[in-house]
């Protein structure tokens, strides 16, 4: 497996914009959450890259991102709400989107 090569100055822009003086794993996950709250802007159009077996969303398909889950979701992993078809359905972000 090909390893990803870290880019220092990202790095450390993140350490500084957002996950500054947060030390547990939910603090860093409420801090990501709260910076992509701020940061993107809703909705945007998507398209499905990946499948994952719990989610009836499949890649090519087009969805409306309209918003973050709720934070206690996003501890995980960052979760975003879709409009897929007439439903509203949580998906993981960005792993199944472009």
Same mark, same amino acid.
């Given at each position: 497996m090909a390893r990803t090569r870290v880019n220092a100055e *990202?790095?450390? *822009?993140? /350490?500084?914009?957002? &996950?500054?003086?947060?030390y547990t794993?939910? $603090? !860093?996950a409420t801090s990501w959450h709260c910076?992509?709250? $701020?940061?993107?802007?809703?909705?945007? $159009?998507a398209g499905i890259r990946?499948?994952? =077996?719990?989610?009836?969303? !499949?890649? @090519?398909e087009h969805v409306s991102v309209t918003g973050l =889950?709720? /934070?206690d979701l996003c501890r995980v992993g960052i979760f975003v709400w879709v409009r897929w @078809?007439? *439903?509203? &359905?949580?998906a993981p972000?960005? !792993?199944s989107f472009p």
């Open positions: *990202r790095e450390h *822009r993140i /350490e500084m914009e957002v &996950v500054v003086d947060a794993e939910e $603090e !860093r910076y992509l709250e $701020e940061q993107l802007s809703f909705p945007f $159009e990946k499948a994952m =077996a719990s989610s009836p969303l !499949r890649p @090519g =889950a709720h /934070e @078809g007439q *439903r509203d &359905v949580v972000w960005p !792993r």
